[in-house]
């Protein structure tokens, strides 16, 4: 994967010097155009369907291959990649159409909303890829609020990386409206945004934090330390995203979305003014 430069670290919703590629941020020309504030359609996060399938599959450690990030990018010793079991990254390519347009002209059918919510249910909001567990594991150790199913937290201890999972309400807690009935795919411990403050010394990561709730913003402010990892829709007119504007962004990934969704992943660094 490639990343910024250290001179080219800027709020993701400034955009100079900076495009996105397959991997992540490449080059100088055309700017970020999909940088925190800018203009693309953000859909509401809707409560799931509750009609899905539960899964408790354990996992299942592959083969490993060294990982070709430099080791001057990872917080910690670099790792040796642990190829990670992944059945929502499955599941959403198994249903995936044959599409004949590019990505930015892909519709969600209906069928596929119900089949998006049912999934969010079972997994996460996000689809994680392995380049983006990679991602989390070079900048472990982790704190992840808001963590619903624990799915990403699952992926990460996988491929080697430490992380706490915390969420309000961790399912199967009928009081979690994303994620009610539902079994976790690994450790999430009941907590709010207060308990950010124990953990300076660990990257924050939020994933899809929802826009009706303070969580995000309140996560975001009781964190004391120095990097965020944000996954979700750069254009979200949501506090948190506004928060983090204000931060220098490091890096960006692109990961696999749903039609009409424009989630990724961005890893920003407090401002050393600020």
């Not at 490639?2 to 991997?23: D, F, H, M, P, Y």
């Not at 159409?97 to 069928?111: D, G, H, T």
């Not at 709010?192 to 303070?214: I, Q, S, V």
Request: charged content about 25%; proline content about 9%; overall charge neutral.
């Amino acid at each position: 994967m490639k990343t910024c430069s250290a001179q080219l670290g800027v709020g993701l919703g400034r955009g100079e010097g900076l495009t996105l590629g397959e991997g992540g941020v490449v080059g100088p020309e055309g700017g970020l155009a999909v940088g925190l504030g800018a203009a693309l359609p953000a859909p509401a996060r809707q409560p799931p369907q509750t009609n899905a399938v539960t899964s408790s599959s354990a996992p299942d450690r592959r083969r490993t291959r060294e990982s070709d990030t430099p080791g001057s990018l990872s917080r910690g010793p670099t790792l040796a990649a642990v190829l990670v079991r992944n059945p929502y990254l499955e599941e959403f390519e198994s249903t995936s159409p044959a599409w004949r347009v590019p990505p930015e002209m892909r519709k969600l059918s209906f069928e596929r909303y119900q089949l998006r919510q049912e999934l969010v249910a079972k997994y996460a909001w996000a689809i994680p890829s392995q380049e983006a567990v990679e991602l989390l594991v070079r900048h472990s150790p982790l704190v992840e609020m808001g963590a619903g199913t624990g799915y990403w937290a699952w992926l990460v201890r996988q491929a080697g990386g430490d992380v706490l999972a915390f969420d309000r309400y961790p399912p199967p807690d009928r009081r979690n409206r994303w994620h009610a009935g539902r079994q976790p795919w690994t450790e999430v411990k009941p907590g709010g945004a207060r308990l950010l403050a124990k953990h300076p010394d660990r990257t924050l990561f939020l994933c899809w934090p929802p826009e009706d709730e303070p969580m995000g913003i309140d996560s975001v402010r009781a964190y004391r330390g120095d990097t965020v990892i944000f996954a979700g829709e750069p254009t979200s007119a949501g506090e948190v995203v506004r928060e983090l504007d204000r931060w220098d962004l490091t890096e960006t990934l692109d990961i696999p979305r749903w039609e009409g969704i424009h989630d990724r992943l961005f890893v920003l660094r407090r401002p050393r003014h600020g």
